[in-house]
């Protein structure tokens, strides 16, 4: 198994651009996370998703939209790029019943 | 809210020495509380989690924690620390739907 694979490792964005966060797991997990983690601040949860065609926000939602149209996949979008947005971004899983989520490596972003 | 709190920014201990790692509490019911530990450039890896029983639970790499509900505590220890422990340690708590809520982070340093 891979795990939770996350793509790309690293980018850069200018103010206004958009771009797709990939999140893929093989482990058939039910749910799906989106944290973000910034310095001194821990990991907020953006958006998760409990099965195919369910999400829901988390606590830091604004500026960001998800999907979940396969069991597998669960890609973060960014609509128009913010200074603000600039953090490591973490995809998480669970098997429903199982308390431990599994996270991806991470994505890190910097937005100018 | 189910919250935890992390009131150490930094831990610094040398090699051989027993290391604490600090987390406190907030919760509605019975809490359900975990450690991960990221590794720098990493992604973060499960520890070792307290659901119900015994108050001394064991986890990964030699890393224990004590559940203290009168002081409503959960702090991770290990008798005696290695310079490969060096590390950023998160506790977290979870919330509705196998949500996590994760505290701002311990940065532990332990020297040679």
């Known amino acids: 198994n891979a795990g939770v694979t996350q793509t790309p490792k690293f980018r850069i964005l200018k103010i206004g651009q958009s771009m797709t966060l990939q999140c893929a797991q093989d482990?058939?997990?039910?749910?799906m996370y989106w944290y973000r983690q910034d310095p001194g601040m821990g990991l907020k949860l953006i958006y998760y998703?409990?099965?195919?065609?369910?999400?829901d926000k988390g606590e830091v939602p604004n500026g960001y939209n998800v999907s979940r149209s396969t069991t597998e996949d669960f890609p973060l979008r960014l609509e128009l790029a913010a200074p603000s947005q600039t953090s490591v971004y973490f995809c998480?899983?669970?098997?429903?019943?199982?308390?431990?989520?599994?996270f991806g490596p991470g994505t890190r972003l910097l937005v100018l | 809210a189910q919250s935890v709190a992390q009131p150490e920014d930094q831990v610094n201990v040398a090699e051989g020495n027993p290391l604490t790692v600090k987390c406190t509490y907030s919760?509605?019911?019975?809490?359900?509380l975990f450690w991960y530990v990221q590794y720098p450039n990493r992604g973060l890896q499960f520890l070792l989690k307290?659901?119900?029983?015994?108050?001394l639970v064991k986890g990964s790499y030699g890393f224990e924690a004590e559940f203290n509900k009168s002081q409503t505590s959960f702090h991770l220890k290990k008798p005696s620390a290695l310079v490969s422990d060096s590390a950023l340690y998160f506790c977290?708590?979870?919330?509705?739907?196998?949500?996590?809520?994760f505290g701002a982070g311990t940065t532990v340093t332990v020297r040679a």
């Open positions: 998480a899983s669970n098997l429903a019943g199982e308390e431990t989520q599994y």
């Open positions: 482990m058939n997990h039910n749910y």
């Open positions: 998703s409990v099965g195919a065609g369910i999400t």
């Open positions: 919760v509605s019911g019975n809490p359900y």
């Open positions: 307290y659901i119900t029983g015994d108050n």
């Open positions: 977290a708590v979870r919330e509705l739907g196998y949500k996590l809520s």
